[in-house]
C-alpha cells in the first residue's frame, strides 16, 4: 500500500512539475501552434 502512495505522490509531483517547466520553456499548445496567422487571445 505504501508503494502505491508513493507511486500516487510521485506521478503528482512529476506531473505538475512537467507542467511548469514545459510552460515556462514554451513548449505550451497554444505556443506551440501559433503562428504569424492565427489570432490566440491570452
Known sequence: MREMVLAALAMAV?????????HEA????ADRT?????????
Do not use: T
Open 14 to 22: 512529476i506531473s505538475v512539475g512537467a507542467f511548469y517547466g514545459l
Open 26 to 29: 514554451g513548449f505550451s499548445a
Open 34 to 42: 501559433a503562428g504569424q496567422a492565427v489570432r490566440l487571445s491570452d
